[in-house]
């Protein structure tokens, strides 16, 4: 299911709209008012859509997407506006919006944009499944061939998952490395962290490190 976030200053808009995405099966994790709070909600939730407002008083969807761009390059966000001028489509342009939606909603675009959106999150999700599977299967190499066996062994045994599944389930890695290592399963950890120092901040990798690390 994908997850979202509403940002908008009308807060009827917001509910009304997230009420709607639920209706067509996206999560809605936070609904915010404004800029900042887009980037905060962003930063926190690391949401697979942020549905954002342009047009908004004192931070507004331009400075919210120009921050979370600073962070999160390749994020998903959708702006909506009433009607865009030139400067807006030059600011746009330079900031790069996954997709703008133009109020009154177009229920079919909506669909499409979400289709697409889901579309691309199956994929980027079994990539991402495919490096959680490599980054740990490397990081317990450094002890032995036999320690990869035994901890995957374990883990199917014991969750019925694989290495692949511990993307959405990092709390079955982290409770046989506990099993099998105690407190030596902290240096494992540390490895799988630095190992995915460059994406620790993209979802659901970003969920994946918070749990294992805790």
Request: aromatic share 6%; glycine share 4%; proline share 4%.
């Amino acid at each position: 299911m994908l997850t979202s976030a509403v940002i908008d200053d009308d807060e009827d808009t917001a509910k009304v709209f997230a009420e709607y995405l639920e209706m067509l099966d996206v999560k809605v994790i936070a609904v915010g008012h404004d800029g900042q709070d887009a980037v905060e909600i962003h930063k926190k939730y690391k949401p697979d859509l942020v549905f954002l407002d342009l047009s908004m008083p004192d931070y507004d969807g331009i400075y919210a997407l120009k921050e979370i761009r600073k962070t999160s390059p390749y994020a998903k966000i959708v702006i909506i506006a009433a009607d865009l001028d030139s400067d807006d489509h030059e600011k746009l342009d330079q900031l790069n919006p996954t997709a703008i939606l133009l109020k009154p909603f177009e229920i079919n675009k909506i669909k499409s944009l979400l289709g697409r959106a889901l579309e691309t999150n199956s994929v980027v999700s079994n990539e991402k499944q495919a490096l959680i599977s490599f980054t740990i299967t490397q990081a317990l190499q450094k002890l032995s061939p036999s320690t990869v066996e035994e901890v995957g062994r374990r883990l199917h045994a014991k969750h019925g998952c694989y290495f692949s599944d511990c993307l959405e389930h990092p709390e079955y890695l982290k409770d046989i490395l506990h099993e099998m290592f105690g407190n030596g399963s902290l240096a494992i950890i540390k490895t799988i962290r630095e190992s995915l120092s460059e994406v620790k901040d993209q979802h659901p990798i970003a969920n994946f490190l918070q749990v294992i690390c805790s």
